[in-house]
C-alpha cells in the first residue's frame, strides 16, 4: 500500500449501523444516581455497546460538527490544563490501539521502525502519523483540515464521534479536569471547566451533593475499576449536536408543549453515553461523551416510554426540571397525555 492509496475508505458509512436510540428513564421515577453498569452490558443499542467508541450511519454529522466547531473558536471546545507529558502520550496510544482494535475495518494501526505509529482511519481517508512518544507528526495522506491539527488529541478526537475529556490526580490526591475535546456540549462551555476539581465541574447539577462529598472515592474508582458506561439524559428545543451556550444560534429556551400543536417536535431527547476508561499507570481517566438526540412524537408513540417518562417529570423538584429542560412540567405533561387518546393507554 503506497501513501496515495492509504485512508482510502474501504467500507461506506451507508454500511454501518444505525445510530442508537437509548431511551434511558427509569420505571421508578427520577432520582440522582451513578447509574454504572459495566462496558459491555446492552443498554439498548446491541452490539454497539460493546464498543467503547461507537461507529454509525450518523458519523459524517458528527465529524462535521467537530470541524465546524474546530473553525469556529478552536479554543472554545479544545484545551488542556496541567496535562502531563506521560498521560498525554498514554491516552494517544490507547485511542490508537483501541480504534484498531475494536473497528479493524475502520482503522489500520502500524508500527514505525523509529518506534512511531502510523494510523490509517478509513472514514476520514486520512492516514496519520504519530512519534515513539505519540506526539504528532502530521498527516501522511488526506486533506488537512482548517485550522491543521494541532497535536495527537485533536488528531485521534477528530477521527471518533464521541467527545473527549481527560481527568488526572496527583499524589496529594486532589484532582482536576486536564484536557477537553467536546464539540457536542448539553449547555456547558467545557473551556470553563477546564482545570477544575470534579466535584467542581459537577457540581452545578441537581441533587448530586449527597454523591459529590465522596468524590475523592469517585475519582478513585474512575482510575482503578474496569471501564463502565452510564446513560443520561435531558430534553432539548432542537436536534442540533453543539450546545456550547455561548455558540452561535444556540438557545436555551425551554421547550412549548402546546397540546393542539402536533405537526413538528417540541423537543427533543437527549441522551449521553458516558463512557469511563481508568489508566491507574498514570492515575488518570478517559471520559468518552456520545450523544444522540430522538424526536420527542417517536417517544410519545410508546405507551410505555410514555409512561415512564411522565412518571420521571412528576417525580422531579424545581431545580431538576429547569436543568433537565422540561420547564414546569405541566405543558409537557399535557402534551404526553394525548397519548391516551391515541394509543388508549394514559400517561
Not at 452490558?41 to 467508541?53: E, K, N, Q, S
Amino acid at each position: 500500500m503506497n501513501h496515495r492509496d492509504r485512508g482510502q475508505p474501504t467500507r461506506p458509512v451507508a454500511t454501518l449501523p444505525a445510530p442508537p436510540r437509548y431511551f434511558p428513564v427509569a420505571a421508578d421515577g427520577y432520582r440522582m444516581r451513578p447509574g454504572l453498569r459495566p462496558l459491555g452490558t446492552d443498554v439498548g443499542a446491541g452490539a454497539l455497546d460493546g464498543t467503547l467508541f461507537q461507529f454509525h450511519s450518523g458519523f459524517p454529522r458528527y465529524r462535521e460538527n467537530k470541524l465546524r466547531c474546530r473553525r469556529e473558536d478552536y479554543t472554545r471546545y479544545v484545551g488542556a490544563s496541567r496535562l502531563p507529558g506521560p498521560v498525554a502520550a498514554h491516552v494517544a496510544r490507547f485511542l490508537a490501539a483501541r480504534l484498531a482494535t475494536e473497528w479493524p475495518e475502520l482503522f489500520v494501526q502500524e508500527p514505525l521502525g523509529d518506534g512511531g505509529v502510523r494510523l490509517t482511519c478509513t472514514l476520514t481517508s486520512e492516514v496519520l502519523r504519530f512519534g515513539s512518544a505519540m506526539e504528532w507528526v502530521g498527516l501522511e495522506a488526506g486533506v488537512s483540515p482548517d485550522p491543521p491539527y494541532r497535536d495527537a488529541w485533536d488528531a485521534l478526537a477528530c477521527q471518533i464521534p464521541e467527545d473527549l475529556a481527560v481527568v488526572c490526580r496527583a499524589p496529594d490526591a486532589t484532582d482536576w479536569l486536564a484536557a477537553v475535546h467536546v464539540c457536542a456540549p448539553s449547555d456547558w462551555a467545557p473551556e470553563e471547566k477546564l482545570g477544575l476539581e470534579f466535584a467542581a465541574v459537577h457540581r452545578p447539577v441537581p441533587g448530586i451533593a449527597p454523591l459529590l462529598r465522596a468524590s475523592g472515592v469517585l475519582v478513585d474508582g474512575m482510575i482503578r475499576r474496569p471501564p463502565t458506561v452510564r446513560l443520561v439524559w435531558g430534553l432539548a428545543p432542537d436536534d442540533r449536536l453543539n450546545r456550547h451556550p455561548h455558540a452561535p444560534g444556540v438557545q436555551r429556551q425551554i421547550p412549548r408543549f402546546a397540546a393542539q400543536d402536533t405537526d413538528s417536535p417540541p423537543a427533543y431527547l437527549r441522551v449521553e453515553r458516558q463512557g469511563i476508561w481508568g489508566f491507574p499507570a498514570v492515575d488518570a481517566a478517559l471520559f468518552t461523551i456520545g450523544v444522540t438526540v430522538t424526536d420527542l412524537r417517536r417517544i410519545r408513540e410508546v405507551p410505555e416510554q410514555c409512561t415512564r417518562l411522565a412518571a420521571a417529570i412528576r417525580s422531579m423538584d424545581a431545580a431538576t426540571r429547569a436543568y433537565k429542560g422540561v420547564g414546569d412540567g405541566d405543558e409537557l405533561l399535557a402534551w404526553l397525555a394525548q397519548n391516551r387518546e391515541a394509543h388508549g393507554n394514559g400517561a
